[in-house]
């Protein structure tokens, strides 16, 4: 059997995944994008992998920019994933207008409140790999953990709490 892309993506999308916002402050600008190729990779020191498109424009600000920040999504974040995921969507603050968030201490960048962790990130090692960059970054801070609220997830090409 051949590895088509389709196929291929449709094999991908029967595991399920954690649905998060990655975001990051460019000079006087905040931008973010919602993924769902968030990883944890080491416990000592603790490190976290996020895959990019290698042309998407918040890959690009990640090669420039050392510190992010990643806030997990809960169940009735929905409308928050959808916003950071639309193309030619405008900057973050834009984006958060209405919801609860503050500024990162370490990363400076947007974090949205609510969900069920947020952490903050410094990039450690940027890894070219196929048509995206994955960003291994070092954890500099937990910024919250909240177990008690139900996470958010993406199976098989859609939007789902977990139940």
Do not use: C, N
Not at 2 to 30: I, K, N, P
Not at 104 to 114: H, K
């Amino acid at each position: 059997m051949g590895s088509s892309s389709g196929l291929f993506t449709e094999a991908m999308a029967q595991m399920a995944a954690g649905v998060a916002v990655v975001t990051v402050r460019d000079g006087r600008d905040d931008l973010g994008v919602t993924v769902t190729s968030l990883t944890s990779v080491s416990l000592d020191p603790p490190l976290v992998l996020v895959g990019l498109g290698s042309s998407s424009y918040p890959a690009e600000v990640l090669l420039r920019r050392d510190r992010w920040a990643v806030s997990l999504l809960a169940d009735g974040q929905q409308a928050i994933a959808s916003r950071f995921a639309a193309s030619g969507r405008p900057g973050a603050r834009l984006l958060l207008s209405g919801v609860a968030h503050h500024r990162g201490p370490y990363s400076d960048a947007l974090v949205v409140d609510g969900g069920v962790a947020a952490i903050e990130v410094e990039t450690a090692q940027v890894v070219p790999a196929g048509d995206h960059t994955l960003f291994i970054g070092e954890v500099l801070a937990v910024d919250y953990v909240d177990a008690g609220k139900t996470p958010f997830v993406r199976l098989r090409s859609r939007y789902r709490p977990v139940r």
